[in-house]
């Protein structure tokens, strides 16, 4: 059984920074295709950014400049790098993780993905 865990959300300032944490527990995941998503108070969960096995990654336009996603596969973790925090930024962030091939155009699409994490907030205050 596969098991995602998010960790390394918090309360920051904006503009401040953060780097989430999605580690993997049953299985190597970490050569596979990859997402972020974000779920405000009120709002449906949205795409943040993906990243395909050969690496190409496709970002969200509210975040594109701002947000990067590394792997390191020695420690089957994939990591979210948050930078310019802004308060509409704040929600519950899950990593997805999809156990086979996946076209970067697909990565937006979150029925495509096999296991999700369960979430960590972060909260940025202005």
């Known amino acids: 059984q596969v098991q995602l865990v998010e960790s390394g959300g918090g309360l920051v300032q904006a503009g401040g920074s953060l780097r989430l944490s999605c580690a993997a527990s049953?299985?190597?995941?970490?050569?596979?295709?990859m997402g972020w998503f974000r779920q405000a108070p009120g709002k449906e969960r949205e795409f943040v950014l993906g990243?395909?096995?050969?690496?190409?990654?496709i970002y969200s336009d509210s975040v594109k400049g701002r947000f990067t996603i590394s792997r390191d596969n020695a420690k089957n973790t994939v990591y979210l790098e948050m930078n310019s925090l802004k308060a509409e930024d704040t929600a519950t962030y899950y990593c997805?993780?999809?156990?086979?091939?996946?076209?970067?155009?697909?990565?937006?699409?979150?029925?495509?993905?096999?296991?999700w994490g369960q979430g960590t907030q972060v909260t940025v205050s202005s």
């Open positions: 990243i395909t096995w050969s690496g190409r990654t």
């Open positions: 997805a993780v999809k156990f086979g091939a996946m076209e970067s155009y697909r990565l937006r699409r979150q029925s495509e993905y096999d296991y």
């Open positions: 049953g299985r190597t995941f970490t050569t596979y295709p």
